[in-house]
């Protein structure tokens, strides 16, 4: 029972860094109506900023923080103004195929910025064990649980109440009509790239945390992708969600039925939910496939 409760307990942990990227794609395709395929990138360049700031400049947690959201934000708006904006109007195949060729060109990034060597991001905080009797619980592992479900409830707010997350959905719908309801496209284009780079970029330092960084860390675009198909492009709260789905079944899948059967226990439990949803679990049925 304890080592069901570790797996288990291990699985949300990792799931809830699945689903802060998986949200991340649902705050771009529910703002745009794009899939961004350069998530997994993304989180991995905020993470080796993260570590070249505390090796660098300062270790401290926040300051290491604060600059990693600053160019989070400079990431998402750099690519939004250089890449994506000029794509504006052109066919949604020709613009996920050049976010495709972004993921390529910041994988390679990391060897010409960084290197191929593995590196910790080391904090002094994260790695501290908390036990309930025999079971063991990083307290990284808890914080990145506690901030998935606090920007859940935050993201959801956001698009249902406020004037601007419904501009957003209104563009995500059909940005020349919003155009005409005197709507800036380019603006929600902007603030949904720079939003969606953050929570990226949040996710791919408590993974630094709690692991290591290496330029095979953009897989973890690959993990949380079907974490978004599962619980709907179009659900933000559905995506974060999925991913924990996703975390615990890789995790059982791995103990109990071995280490290959782990890779592909995402994919297999998303084959089967979209034969009988195929917009997802929390999706709308009108969604465009990409």
Known sequence: MEYLVQLVISGLAIGAIYGLIAMGFAVIYKSTGLVNFAQGEMTMIVAYVAWTISTSISGNVFVVAFGAILAAILLGLVIERIVI?????????ATVMVTIGLAVILRSSINFIWDAYPHGLDLGVGRDIIRF?????????????????????????????SKFGIAMRAVAADDRTALLMGISATRVHAIAWAASSVIAGIAGVFFAISYDISPAMFQLGL????????????AI??????GLLIGITENLAGGYLGSGMK???????????????????????DIERV
């Open 133 to 161: 009797g025999n079971i063991g619980v990083r307290t990284g592992q808890i914080a990145v649980i506690a901030t998935l479900l606090f920007l859940l409830a935050a993201i959801w707010a956001f698009f249902r109440y």
């Open 85 to 93: 904006r000029p794509m504006l109007g052109e066919p949604v195949f």
């Open 223 to 234: 993990k949380a992708f079907p974490a978004t198909i599962l619980g709907g492009l179009d």
């Open 237 to 242: 709260l559905g995506s974060g969600l999925g």
């Open 263 to 285: 890779e592909v226990a995402g994919f297999v439990m998303i084959v089967v939910v979209l034969m009988i949803r195929p917009f997802g679990i929390f999706g709308e049925r």
